[in-house]
């Protein structure tokens, strides 16, 4: 016997669409959960900031400088002669008015002691005369010729005592012997040099200022001094002279003065002569490291409520790392100063650490 089976055409239709409206219901399912897949992964930044705050900043110029004794000075002969006696050895400290070396001394004294007994002769015999001529004893001329030896002898022993302290020579000045250039029993002659003497506490600090930076240098204006000979010692010094003109160089020499109680610097070193042009208090001032530029533009970027906003900036003073900011950025923001090189207007970011201030 024959079963017959037959089949409900409708409900074969529904269940054939039941299933296709399944599938399509899977794969919108499977979209939205990639979509909210890409949404979670987001890039986000770690970044670190700095609360921009008030600060100080100057423009200042650097300038090759060199060190130079506050007085040097080169001692002659006035008298020529023998040398006798010489007081001071090469580098040794003198004092202001100290003996230093005697020239044909001996000589000069027996000339002063000559001309001292003639003046005494010549002054007796004017006042006998004088007597004798009251008494109408002489005549004028007599009288005379008595005044006029007199006048002679004194001027020769005036002549011979200057002679004899041209003998002696001494120190001017507080300093240094840095040279000697005769020996004792040497002959010497007038006008030839016998000493140089130097006064190093202070020295004078000597630079050549461009045209363009001598508006800003002034009498009494403090420098700051370097010597890199002494490790970078650094020290702080006073213009005292500022050249009206400018030199073979094209350039205005200025001088400093600067302490120098050890005497550690030396003439002749090359110092470094640092010149502040202006000072911008309370300025806006971000490191040079997070400035970028795009499209040709100076920027940065600060954080807000995490995210990244790019600021458009225009510079002032420039100090070493260091760039005072004119325009662009607010007292209060954050700048962020690491992590920015990647980074596009609205980026999420992250404060990494504690580097908000």
Not at 46 to 62: D, F, G, H, L, Y
Not at 130 to 152: C, N, P, W, Y
Not at 219 to 232: N, P, S, Y
Request: charged share 30%.
């Amino acid at each position: 016997m024959k079963r017959i089976f037959t089949v409900d055409i409708s409900a074969l239709c529904a269940f054939v669409v039941i299933l296709v409206f399944a599938g399509c219901s899977k794969q919108d399912k499977g979209d939205q959960e990639k979509v909210k897949v890409i949404t979670n992964n987001q890039k986000v930044t770690n970044v670190a900031i700095r609360k921009i705050v008030p600060t100080s900043i100057s423009e200042s110029v650097t300038l090759p400088a060199a060190v130079e004794p506050w007085e040097e000075i080169t001692l002659g002969a006035e008298i020529e002669g023998k040398v006798e006696w010489i007081g001071r050895k090469e580098s040794e400290r003198v004092g202001k008015g100290e003996l230093l070396l005697k020239i044909d001394v001996e000589a000069l004294k027996t000339a002063v002691e000559n001309a001292e007994t003639h003046y005494r002769l010549a002054l007796d015999k004017l006042n006998r005369r004088e007597k004798l001529f009251t008494k109408h004893v002489i005549s004028q001329e007599m009288f005379d010729e008595a005044r006029a030896g007199k006048d002679t002898a004194l001027n020769a022993l005036e002549m011979a005592r200057i002679n004899l302290a041209k003998g002696h020579i001494s120190a001017p000045i507080d300093g240094y012997l840095n040279k000697l250039y005769i020996d004792e029993g040497e002959f010497i002659r007038h006008g030839d040099p016998v000493a140089d003497l130097i006064q190093i506490d202070p020295v004078r600090i000597i630079a050549g200022v461009p045209e363009m930076d001598v508006p800003y240098v002034k009498q009494d204006k403090e420098v700051k001094v370097i010597i890199d000979a002494l490790d970078g010692l650094a020290l702080s010094g006073r213009i005292y002279f500022v050249s009206f003109k400018a030199d073979d160089t094209r350039t205005f020499p200025v001088k400093a003065v600067v302490k120098n109680e050890n005497q550690k610097i030396k003439p002749g070193m090359i110092a470094r002569m640092t010149i502040v042009k202006k000072v911008a208090p309370k300025s806006m001032v971000v490191p040079l490291y997070s400035i970028m530029e795009r499209a040709g533009e100076r920027v940065v970027f600060v954080e807000e409520e995490g995210m990244a906003k790019l600021r458009k900036i225009e510079f002032g003073i420039i100090s070493s790392d260091r760039v005072q900011i004119t325009s662009g950025l607010k007292f209060g923001e954050n700048l962020i100063i690491k992590g920015q090189r990647e980074l596009e207007d609205g980026d999420k970011v992250k404060v990494a650490g504690d580097s908000r201030q």
